[in-house]
């Protein structure tokens, strides 16, 4: 058990320019999340897959973002046109089941100058 | 919409004494309750799950309860450490959906 990864660690890009992060769960976890986290707040939700399914969005996801789980397995988050607002924590987690501890990466810290 | 509040948003302890972070919702309607620890730009590290139908769930100097019907959940953190130091997460996931919903955190510093 390796725990959630995430690639790249760190982002810096210029306002207007596509970014992907990608978020490798633990294996043998089926149920994949995306969250943001701004400086001082917690964690908010965007998104969750079953396997390869996206079942659930939040409305944060705006039509910049989209993720995907092609194979049920890894996971990318892509932001098109970045603005200032976009910089925050992405975090991705993992869990075996829809009910069962969320574990968490290290997250991709992303800065849009 | 569900609402989680943590109390006090910062604490300062010495090394040594037992404290009690506190965490609050809106919406009792939940399935479990997760604590998180955070340490400054990092990932968030789970502490403990408490069901909704457990009062309290324990992990070597780490205590939690639950109390559904009232909204409320304490962190209880016996003889606290300098490596205590963290931001600590308290988060609910509803009955219906699968995002957790999470408080602002109580940043915790534990001097030596």
């Known amino acids: 058990d390796t725990g959630v990864s995430q690639d790249p660690r760190h982002k810096i890009t210029k306002r207007g320019q596509n970014v992907t992060f990608r978020c490798d769960p633990i294996?043998?976890?089926?149920?994949l999340y995306w969250y943001r986290q701004t400086l001082g707040q917690g964690p908010e939700f965007l998104t969750y897959?079953?396997?390869?399914?996206?079942?659930?969005k939040s409305r944060l996801l705006s039509d910049r973002f989209s993720a995907e789980r092609p194979k049920g397995s890894f996971s990318t988050l892509e932001i098109q046109r970045t603005e200032q607002g976009d910089s925050a924590m992405y975090l991705c987690?993992?869990?075996?089941?829809?009910?069962?501890?969320?574990?968490f990466g290290p997250g991709t810290r992303l800065t849009v100058l | 919409k569900q609402e989680v509040t943590q109390i006090p948003a910062a604490l300062s302890v010495p090394e040594g004494e037992n404290l009690v972070l506190n965490c609050s919702f809106t919406d009792s309607a939940i399935y479990n309750l997760q604590w998180f620890r955070q340490d400054p730009g990092k990932g968030l590290t789970s502490l403990l799950l408490?069901?909704?139908?457990?009062r309290e769930q324990t992990s070597g100097r780490l205590n939690a309860s639950l109390d559904k019907s009232s909204g409320r959940s304490t962190l209880y953190i016996a003889a606290s450490q300098p490596g205590d130091s963290a931001t600590y997460l308290c988060a609910v996931r509803p009955d219906s959906g699968y995002a957790l919903n999470f408080g602002k955190g109580t940043s915790l510093l534990v001097t030596p």
């Open positions: 897959f079953q396997n390869e399914a996206q079942l659930e």
């Open positions: 987690a993992s869990s075996r089941t829809a009910y069962n501890e969320q574990f």
């Open positions: 294996s043998e976890h089926n149920r």
């Open positions: 408490i069901q909704s139908s457990q």
